[in-house]
């Protein structure tokens, strides 16, 4: 059962809210070998702090948000490695005319998903999914299109057990993403989540540079 906080706060950062998160993965006892994902580029300094307290490899799972032309923060649908694409069918429903403009987006983000892929690994190929229990983290699910992506990505890949976890996400995704992760993971589910950057002191925007970092810095990463 996920946690419910019935007093909602603020994390001081994304190192307070992966060590929060941690705590969390470890009263589950997920059955290993565990193997942690961070969502670029926030979630993987949460996934950070989750794959050092857990003792776990880490990696990252290539995704990318498609957002609303004119409003990118507001996801219509997201892509991830092995050519995973999700669609929001609510807005797509509401505005059938975004699906020509969505294969555009799709072409774009997927040439950015490139790009990231070749320089967060730097020659490096992925850890393997397959025969393993995979964690996939991020900062925080607004919508949930961008952890379904993961999550699809993942099955793809072979994991054995698919664990969607954050620090905060809204009532809406936890119910979309429990449809398809074999559990889901998260601190806090305020009534009401507009935006992740609300529910921490500190939300930075992370550079390639500090992703490429993080990922070279733990020890288990190849």
Do not use: C
């Amino acid at each position: 059962m996920t946690p419910m906080r019935a007093v909602a706060r603020r994390f001081k950062d994304r190192t307070a809210a992966g060590v929060a998160l941690a705590r969390e993965l470890e009263q589950r006892h997920l059955k290993p070998p565990l193997l942690v994902l961070g969502l670029p580029r926030g979630g993987v300094a949460v996934a950070y702090e989750v794959a050092r307290e857990l003792n776990a490899p880490l990696d990252v799972m290539l995704v990318r948000k498609i957002g609303m032309p004119g409003q990118p923060e507001l996801a219509i649908g997201a892509i991830a490695s092995g050519n995973i694409v999700v669609r929001e069918a609510r807005i797509e429903q509401n505005m059938p005319e975004l699906t020509e403009t969505f294969e555009t987006l799709v072409g774009a983000e997927r040439r950015e998903l490139e790009r990231r892929e070749r320089v967060f690994r730097a020659g490096r190929p992925p850890l393997a999914l397959k025969d393993k229990t995979v964690i996939l983290v991020d900062d925080g699910i607004a919508t949930g299109s961008t952890m379904l992506a993961a999550v699809r990505a993942a099955r793809q890949a072979g994991a054995t057990a698919i664990v969607a976890a954050a620090p905060v996400t809204s009532a809406e995704a936890l119910g979309l993403i429990r449809a398809e992760a074999d559990e889901v993971v998260v601190v806090q589910v305020p009534r009401l989540l507009f935006a992740i950057g609300e529910w921490y002191e500190q939300f930075e925007q992370l550079e390639d540079t500090e992703v490429s970092r993080l990922l070279a810095l733990h020890g288990n990463h190849p």
